[in-house]
């Protein structure tokens, strides 16, 4: 079947360090993948995606590339703030009855001191 | 503009009852989907609507769970004879079309289900 692994968290780091949050995946097919964030007391919100291999998703500073060979699409940002404290999800998309069904990862909550 | 909405926030129930989840999407949104997140796990895939008509429910767990979207619009996840594992937080999502890879899904904040 298809799964998402993420590294468990929480993940504390000080205000401008530099984030990695790994993500791996085995898929039947060829899979799109995103990544959501869910700020407290909000619903989850797309951040980025990529939709085949080497493609990169970006946004708001955040990175991810789409490494066919290593099933991976780990999430970076070189200088973390604290209002990037939340909750972030992996996510691999493969098409089912006409549609993109999601498998999420178990989430990695990120926690940024100042 | 607003956002997917879900109602009740909370909902405390006993083993055994019935309970009715609500979701509202965008405006004009065409597909939706409903996921269950357990503590401490990811969304995991329920059911998805276009339009009226259930597209792909194959992630309902058993025949407890009902999902309705009589038109269009708002649906409402339905549990008969709720049991403590269904506890969870519930999310209703929408997007704009067809459910394509281009087409950006909208979560609602969830709705929690607590059964004693």
């Known amino acids: 079947g298809n799964s998402v692994t993420q590294m468990e968290g929480p993940v504390t780091l000080s205000e401008e360090a530099f984030l990695t949050i790994n993500c791996t995946y085995t898929a039947t097919g060829y899979p799109s993948l995103f990544w959501y964030v869910q700020y407290p007391g909000e619903g989850l919100q797309l951040l980025l995606k990529a939709t085949k291999a080497d493609d990169k998703g970006s946004n708001k500073g955040f990175e991810a590339t789409y490494r066919k060979e290593t099933t991976s699409f780990h999430l970076e940002k070189g200088s973390v703030q604290v209002s990037d404290s939340a909750v972030y999800f992996c996510?691999?998309?493969?098409?089912?009855?006409?549609?993109?069904?999601?498998?999420f990862g178990r989430g990695t909550s990120l926690i940024v001191h100042p | 503009g607003a956002g997917v909405s879900q109602t009740p926030s909370n909902k405390v129930t006993e083993k055994g009852k019935y309970v009715e989840l609500r979701c509202d999407p965008i405006s004009g949104h065409t597909a939706l989907y409903w996921y269950r997140q357990s503590l401490g796990q990811g969304p995991e895939f329920l059911i998805y609507f276009q339009g009226t008509g259930a597209a792909d429910d194959s992630g309902l767990p058993n025949d407890r769970f009902f999902a309705v979207r009589p038109e269009g619009s708002v649906s409402t996840l339905k549990i008969q004879r709720t049991e403590r594992g269904d506890s969870a937080v519930y999310l209703c999502?929408?997007?704009?079309?067809?459910?394509?890879?281009?087409?950006?899904?909208?979560f609602g904040p969830g709705t929690r289900l607590t059964v004693l």
């Open positions: 996510a691999l998309y493969l098409p089912s009855g006409g549609s993109y069904i999601p498998t």
């Open positions: 999502a929408s997007s704009q079309t067809s459910g394509g890879l281009t087409d950006t899904q909208y």
